[in-house]
């Protein structure tokens, strides 16, 4: 009798494996809001939705003391940069794992830049183009990604200050799949944790 027992769940849990989920991620960023928005679904259904308080504009009055919004932009534009280098091979085995394993029917990105100097604008949205263009590069030549399904632009806003983002993306993938996924992802946190960890970094202009 316990022999088939463990039959039967040794089959449901090869087929939970098997089964195909639709995972959903939208994210919202706004410097000049209070809050940020996450939420999480899997198949349609929300399994986490959250306002978080923006810690930037919470620590807004110890931040202008050290530097102006424009300086700040570009020191975390350029750590993104110094992670992305570090870690972009390690993010292309992930995107070529996943080739023929998933199909993405949305992928959305979006970034308004703008500050109180127009030269600054332009510097800091080339910069932020290149970087968001090169990643949405690496996804869209390693995956089936169709181009109607993908939705991204970095827009310069010379005539106000603001720096908002927003994701909003859609992968179909099975749960065996999502697994190896996220082991893979633990090893590139692991490696980014010298990046994430220092001050300097990066080589944009």
């Known amino acids: 009798m316990g022999y088939i027992w463990l039959c039967g769940i040794l089959v449901l849990l090869l087929f939970l494996l098997a089964f195909p989920v ?6 919202g960023y706004s410097k000049n809001a209070k809050k940020q928005r996450l939420t999480v679904t899997i198949n349609g259904f929300k399994v986490y939705n959250t306002d978080f308080e923006n810690r930037e504009a919470a620590s807004k009055a110890k931040e202008e003391k050290k530097k102006d919004d424009y300086t700040g932009f570009m020191d975390k534009l350029r750590r993104i940069e110094a992670l992305y280098t570090q870690i972009k091979d390690d993010v292309v085995k992930i995107l070529k794992y996943l080739t023929n394993r998933c ?21 800091a949205s080339g910069a932020a183009y290149a ?22 632009y970095v827009q310069p806003q ?19 799949h999502i697994i190896k996924v996220l082991i893979m992802a633990l090893g590139i946190y ?3 944790k010298t990046v994430l960890n220092t001050k300097e970094g990066g080589v944009l202009v």
């Open 190 to 192: 692991n490696k980014s």
């Open 158 to 176: 010379f005539h106000k200050a603001c720096i908002d983002f927003y994701f909003n993306g859609i992968i179909r993938l099975r749960v065996a």
């Open 103 to 123: 199909v993405i029917p949305k992928f959305v990105v979006h970034l308004d830049i703008g500050f109180t100097d127009a030269a600054q604008t332009g510097m």
């Open 22 to 27: 639709r995972l959903g991620i939208e994210f």
């Open 131 to 152: 970087l968001v263009y090169g990643i949405a590069g690496a996804v869209y030549n390693n995956l089936h990604l169709k181009k109607k399904n993908m939705d991204i």
